[in-house]
């Protein structure tokens, strides 16, 4: 506090940008092997100087490795997007090192019910994985990676020994590699010599969309658990190969908080999440405590923070037989900054995470037995199980495959089903997941719906019920017909049915990458139409075969290249993306229209523009972009506003704006580019953005807050009351007419929808106008207010205007919700391929 003070007293805040000595961070009276190199010999900087770019923090890492061989090896566990290494050192006594395989292979046991019981953990090394800044703009956790590593590696005497003989240290110096170096270049970039503390100052605020997220704009720490992008599975792949007891995650909160550390809200933790877990974090918790009294840091527990998203890396551990620790350290963002606790120096803000990596390691030497013991309790529980799910899109198995890849990443086993046929399922399009697995507890957190809470506040989202997210048939049963068990997710096998064709072929919408498909055909100049009716259809292989609403009509005559060269590149994208196209000997249809009919319409290529910036989600448009450019190989250009603004709109025949604020865009411009034939899609708050600048023709509904009221409420209960009327996400089933083109693809009428929002739409007047809408009981899974539940009550999901020549398609949810709700990702793509040939009169409002 002195330190504060004095600066106060100076009317001038100049800092001179003076260095850390190393000397700052580490605990005295350790002795250091000088063989070592220390981070500014490696770095050029002292740490905290200038915040670490991840390209030096893995040169610092190989120094460790190559310098330290008996302490320290390193492994690449893949590439980011951006191709960046994620690193992995494993740190552990030479002795260990020498048997580390089998060290492994004797952990893992106490994760498997039918070994455990014979292992003897009195003399077993505890593993604990320690990993740092999934947002890159947190960065405290990365910068105090290398004096954690440092001390680690070079250290000497009875203490580090007895350390590294007794602990497996799985030492992940970056969680997210792409966002760390976005975020570093741009706080060095912005440094003065003589420090800016002025939070207004450039340094302190990041460009749009910042460090935080990874190169798609996703939030890392919400995907363990879905594993949707290549930094999750590379290291969810480690955190299998291991299972270890302890996983750290280290971030970084508000810059005017203190630190916190785990436990989080007692009665916020996850049903699933044993008492042990939470009685062994508190233990650990009074290490961290010690070592911070230690150096005078301030710190908090039990609030704030939740344990109830099994997506987040220190929850994540919680249903994996471990305990996840998040540490949060209040953020200086750039190198220092005023806050109401005075000047935080971003050293200060390392030393804390260094420090609290050190009380883990502490704590869990002197409880390693505890440790051990709760991972093998936890796996017992999961013998005595019977029955299990069932589940699978016979008409979609792209989607079904990525369902299966997703979870046997988590090591579950899925076998083959061998029930007997019914509605939903029959062999060889459905599988089985027996609850009788080590993995049975997260085999329950992925399939289960959450209906019951003991708290109405969650950090993160109430409910994520897998089948319903992918949006595919599932049932849990008692009696399992299971058949051989899969080594991988089935693979798909495309083919044109019936051989080359001199008339037409035809594609159904059902599969996932159907979509994908069309737009290949598109871009190779292929004339394409879509079946807005059912027909009955004699296809070239013989049999009669319906097809439904969404399917695509491929002409042969009509296109610009022979038969052959068609037939060739039918073959090519059917194969590529695992479905099937069926030649037509015939345009004569058994039921239904004829393929020359005028139900029959002609397609036109999405040509696509995101509107992104400042004020948009970030998350919501990576969403988009990962959808599009990921999954379907759709490009689409991103629109800052003010690009927007000056740009030649008319190349572009659907826009997309995501949740966000567009204060500054030119919604004249917008609504002139909707009347001459555009489709504009809303999502979410821009629904909101459409209707009250004249571009959405839909009333909102405002859910009643009990707050609003004459009648006083005590103040200190202001928190529990605004926080129970959040909609941090839940999910709702909408009713789809399966007539219409924004639901071409579904087969299901009950179509599940993610909403972590309270825009509620009132349904249109016109009765054609809701494909999507919500009943009178829409609540499927997770949380909801009373209130809010009186509001999304018979209310409209989707509504569809005509505007001109062109439409604006508003969807209320989210259809692409962190990268996993693959139930949303035909509505968006029928909005892009199908928008502009739904029916003006089937859109019209009458004001
Ligand atoms: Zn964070």
């Known amino acids: 506090m002195r330190k504060i003070f004095l600066v106060h007293c100076f009317t001038l805040l100049i800092l001179t940008a003076q260095a850390q000595p190393l000397s700052y961070y580490l605990p005295e009276g350790v002795r250091y092997n000088a063989a070592i190199p220390t981070p500014a010999g490696i770095i050029h900087h002292e740490v905290g ?17 190559n310098s330290a061989p008996d302490r320290v090896k390193i492994e690449t566990m893949g590439y980011t997007y951006e191709q960046r290494p994620q690193v992995l050192l494993t740190i552990t006594s030479k002795e260990n090192h020498s048997r580390l395989e089998q060290i492994r292979q004797q952990h893992l046991q106490l994760s498997d019910p039918g070994k455990s019981a014979n292992v003897d953990i009195s003399k077993m090394p505890i593993v604990v994985y320690i990993g740092h800044s999934i947002h890159g703009n947190e960065p405290s956790g990365s910068n105090a990676a290398l004096v954690t590593a440092y001390h680690l590696a070079a250290a000497e005497g009875s203490a580090i020994e007895e350390l590294l003989s007794n602990t497996v240290i799985l030492f992940d110096p970056s969680f997210n590699p792409d966002g760390l170096q976005r975020f570093s270049t741009w706080a060095n970039q912005h440094k003065s010599k003589n420090l800016v503390t002025d939070p207004s100052s450039r340094e302190f605020n990041e460009v749009w969309p910042g460090g935080r997220f990874n190169h798609y704009w996703f939030d890392l720490n919400r995907d363990w658990l879905p594993g949707v992008h290549p930094e999750s599975r590379n290291r969810i792949s480690v955190y299998h190969k291991w299972k270890p007891n302890i996983l750290t995650d280290h971030h970084e909160q508000g810059s005017n908080a203190s630190f916190f550390f785990q436990p989080g809200v007692p009665s916020r933790v996850n049903p699933l999440t044993p008492a042990k877990n939470i009685e062994l974090t508190e233990k650990l918790g009074r290490y961290h405590a010690k070592q911070l009294d230690k150096i005078g840091s301030l710190y908090f527990t039990k609030e704030n923070y939740d344990d109830f ?20 350290q209040a953020s200086s963002r750039g190198h220092a900054q005023e806050t109401s606790n005075g000047i935080l120096r971003f050293p200060a803000t390392i030393k804390n995470q260094f420090v ?7 704590g869990a030497l002197a409880l390693r037995t505890s440790f051990l013991s709760f991972q093998r309790d936890f796996y017992k529980q999961s013998t005595n199980a019977t029955g299990g799910y069932v589940f699978g899109d016979k008409n979609d198995r792209a989607k079904t495959g990525l369902f299966i890849e997703m979870i046997m990443r988590h090591g579950i086993e899925v076998k083959e089903y061998n029930g007997p046929t019914e509605a939903d399922f029959e062999k060889g399009a459905a599988y089985t997941v027996a609850l009788n697995q080590p993995q049975q507890v997260l085999i329950k957190a992925i399939f289960d719906k959450q209906l019951t809470f003991t708290d109405s506040l969650f950090y993160d989202i109430s409910s994520w019920t897998m089948p319903l997210a992918f949006g595919i048939p599932c049932k849990q049963i008692s009696t399992l017909n299971a058949g051989n068990l899969l080594t991988e997710a089935p693979t798909l096998k495309g083919e044109v049915n019936g051989g080359k064709s001199e008339y037409a072929y035809l594609m159904e919408w059902d599969e996932f990458y159907a979509p994908k498909a069309l737009y290949e055909m598109q871009q190779q100049g292929l004339i394409t139409k879509v079946a807005t009716n059912k027909t009955n259809i004699k296809t070239a292989s013989g049999e009669t075969k319906l097809f439904d609403y969404g399917s695509i009509l491929i ?59 400042t004020g948009v989600s970030a998350l919501d448009a990576g969403e988009v972009w990962h959808l599009l450019d990921q999954r379907m190989n759709i490009p689409s250009s991103h629109l800052d506003a003010a690009a927007f603004n000056r740009a030649d709109i008319s190349k572009y025949n659907c826009i997309i704006m995501v949740s966000g604020n567009y204060g500054e865009l030119n919604k004249d411009k917008l609504k002139t580019w909707v009347q001459s034939g555009g489709v504009l899609i809303l999502e979410e708050e821009a629904v909101v953005w459409g209707s009250q600048n004249g571009i959405a023709s839909v009333t909102v509904k405002k859910a009643k807050n009990p707050a609003d009221s004459t009648a006083r409420i005590a103040y200190v209960q202001r928190e529990q009351i ?20 924004l639901a071409y693809g579904y087969n299901q009428t009950t179509v599940s929808m993610f909403k972590g929002n309270k825009v509620f739409l009132e349904k249109s007047k016109n009765p054609y106008a809701s494909p999507f809408q919500y009943g009178a009981n829409p609540l499927q899974s997770g949380y909801i207010s009373k209130e809010n539940s009186v509001a999304i009550k018979n209310s409209a999901a989707v509504i569809v205007n005509a ?41 019209r409002t009458e004001e």
């Open 722 to 741: 605004e926080g129970a009327q959040q909609m941090n996400g839940a999910i709702f089933s909408a009713e789809a007419d399966l007539t219409h083109p």
């Open 356 to 362: 609290t990596a050190l009380s883990t390691l502490e």
């Open 49 to 65: 100087e200038w915040h670490i770019t991840h390209d030096r923090l893995v040169n610092y890492m190989q120094a460790i490795a």
């Open 555 to 613: 002409p042969v005559k009509m296109q610009s290249i022979s038969s052959d060269a068609l037939y060739l590149q039918l073959q090519m994208v059917a194969q590529k993306n695992g479905l099937t196209c069926y030649a037509m000997p015939s345009g004569s249809a058994v039921i239904g229209s004829d393929l020359g009919s005028s139900k029959f319409v002609s397609l036109k290529q999405p040509a696509v523009a995101m509107l992104v910036g």
């Open 309 to 328: 998203y099994y997506g987040k890396g220190s929850t994540f551990p919680d249903i994996n037989g471990a305990v996840g620790i998040l540490f949060e």
């Open 803 to 843: 505007l001109g020549a062109g439409r604006v398609i508003n969807i209320a949810d989210n259809p692409n919700m962190r990268g996993f709700w693959l139930g949303g990702t035909k509505l968006l793509m029928n909005a892009l391929f199908f928008g502009n040939i739904i029916d003006a009169a089937s859109a």
